[in-house]
């Protein structure tokens, strides 16, 4: 059992090392599109499912709240928490219109829908993203393995940030390294804080 923990450890390790590069450029970009909207008075809007709901839901409470330093509370609202909501929308339309009708009652033109699906072809998701473009939003995508149906829908405003690896587990653990990436990124320019 020690030996499989220590595999597990050694090939997170491993598959991040070797994703920093590849999606250091994409990672920087959202950030900069994030920065961007909340700069013009704008918000994030984050969506997923199972262990990605959970991740939207760290994300826009690292950004409400603080990530690593003091500062006023930033505007992001994960789409996942309002069981209400959900599950009327679920019962009323269909599950696949969860976040996609919340998308279009809350965004407006210049927000930014905060994507995320392990394998980038959760219907809910897709129809998530389709419902942004239709509010003028920026969609930054974090999908696994070669992006699936997510990636192909996005335009050249969008962002893709796909882990081109095929464990659920390992893709999930960078989708949370980048986003305490963007995080930090967003702080470190609304602060000016040293590189």
């Known amino acids: 059992m020690i030996e499989r923990i220590i595999g597990h450890f050694n090939e997170s390790a491993r598959l991040k090392l070797d994703m920093a590069e590849l999606l250091a450029p994409a990672i920087a970009s ?29 994300f826009s409470s690292k950004m409400m709240s603080r990530y690593e330093l003091e500062r006023p509370g930033l505007p992001a609202i ?13 019962n009323a339309l269909a599950f696949d219109q969860v976040f996609a009708r919340q998308v279009s009652a809350l965004g407006q033109p210049g927000d930014v829908l905060l994507a995320i699906s392990t394998s980038g072809n959760s219907p809910n998701i897709v129809a998530a993203a389709e419902a942004a473009r239709g509010r003028d939003m920026a969609v930054i995508a974090l999908t696994g393995h070669e992006g699936g149906k997510l990636a192909e829908q996005l335009s050249d405003r969008d962002v893709l940030i796909c882990v081109p690896a095929d464990s659920a587990a390992r893709i999930q653990e960078i989708h949370l390294l980048t986003i305490h990436c963007l995080c930090d990124a967003v702080d470190s320019a609304l602060l000016g804080v040293e590189t």
């Open 78 to 90: 994960a789409l996942t928490t309002d069981t209400s909501t959900l599950t009327s929308v679920a």
């Open 30 to 58: 959202a950030a900069d599109h994030i920065l961007q909207c909340i700069l013009r008075d704008g918000k994030v809007l984050a969506c997923g499912n199972g262990g990605s709901a959970a991740d939207a839901q760290h």
